[in-house]
């Protein structure tokens, strides 16, 4: 593995304008497979922890989850590595449970004779070193994205790899039981990954990916007890998205962009507008996207995957959000 490498971006050339977001630094952490990618990142007792998924390639059937831990964001060691003998551990994702533990959730591609394709699981961790053993979540052939805990209950919306195009609606009281909420949320287009969010009078959102025809993402909006959804459609396509609420309403998103070229993107997520609006491009191309977000004494961090510089590694940007523009009378 190469050492860990601070890119230098010259800050006074991103001597921006009040209104507009600023990278104060962008640090490449890991680069250790051949290929690394699909990332999260989480504050967790005063500690970071980082984690995705490790590889020969993009695709490839020996796929294991990696979680990285730091103090400061800057020198980053290893935690833990876990791995499937049956097949390709993939998309990790972090959240703390309300008793205090790191729950970590990611699908299992398997291998033949498994009866079915793809099952989802979820670990659990008291210091993000020593992990529980693996509890599958949802549905066989249901790949479970982003769990997401709101008022002591966790949601998680699975999309199937059958065939079938669908998506349905999960929830679960412990991380380790989750019950279909909605059988059948959203069915067009081809919908896959998404992110939840949920605004202070109760509604949840929903940032949908699909990659049929159109291959636009959804925005979904629903009051509790979240069983009746409504849908609008965004008319960007945002691959890998992740949601975060910040303290003063607003909401980012982040994802891949595939124009001008492929890039990971932070975006403003207007729910009342129904838009998604790019506000700002990390240094980033080719392979490359699944942020993870965390809001830390008022800067942005984001965890993402990238390939321009040759090679699929991890990388930790640091981000300077512009303050909300007041509201006019």
């Known amino acids: 593995m190469t050492p860990f490498v601070l890119l230098s971006l010259g800050l006074a050339s991103f001597q ?52 990285l831990t730091s103090t400061n964001g800057e020198a980053w060691t290893s935690a833990a ?37 793809h099952q989802s699981f979820a670990w659990f961790s008291r210091d993000g070193r020593d992990w529980s053993e693996p509890h599958p979540i949802g549905d066989p052939n249901v790949w479970i994205w982003r769990p997401a805990w709101h008022e002591g ?17 999960y929830t679960s009281k412990d991380g380790a039981t989750f019950a279909p909420l909605v059988p059948t949320l959203f069915d067009q287009g ?33 009051r509790p007890p979240y069983t009746e959804w409504t849908w609008k459609d965004l008319g960007v396509h945002l691959g ?45 191309g080719g392979d490359t996207s699944y942020p993870g977000l965390a809001l830390h004494e008022g800067t942005l961090w984001v965890s993402y995957y990238a390939s321009h510089e040759g090679k699929t590694a991890i990388y930790l940007a640091r981000v300077r959000l512009p303050e909300k523009a007041p509201t006019r009378p």
Not at 160 to 168: N, P
Not at 250 to 271: E, F, K, S, Y
């Open 16 to 67: 921006a304008e009040p209104s507009r977001a600023e990278i104060v630094d962008v640090r490449r952490v890991w680069d250790g497979a051949n290929h690394n990618a699909f990332t999260d990142l989480v504050r967790f007792r005063d500690r970071w922890f980082l984690t995705f998924r490790e590889g020969t390639g993009h695709v490839s059937p020996d796929g294991a989850i990696r979680v």
């Open 81 to 117: 590595r876990i791995a499937s003998e049956p097949g390709d551990l993939r998309d990790p994702k972090l959240s703390i449970t309300p008793d205090g533990r790191l729950m970590l959730a990611a699908a299992l591609t398997q291998r033949p004779p498994a009866t079915h394709k």
């Open 153 to 169: 209950t966790a949601y998680a919306v699975g999309y199937a790899t059958d065939g079938s195009h669908s998506t349905r609606l």
């Open 190 to 222: 081809q919908p896959n990954e998404s992110a939840l969010a949920w605004l202070p009078d109760g509604t949840a959102l929903c940032l949908l990916r699909r990659d049929g025809r159109p291959n636009t993402d959804q925005l979904g909006r629903s």
């Open 240 to 284: 890998g998205p992740a949601l975060l609420r910040l303290p003063d309403g607003r909401i980012v998103a982040g994802g891949r962009l595939l124009a001008p070229r492929v890039h990971t993107a932070l975006c403003w997520l207007d729910p009342d507008a129904d838009t998604l609006t790019e506000f700002l491009a990390l240094p980033s």
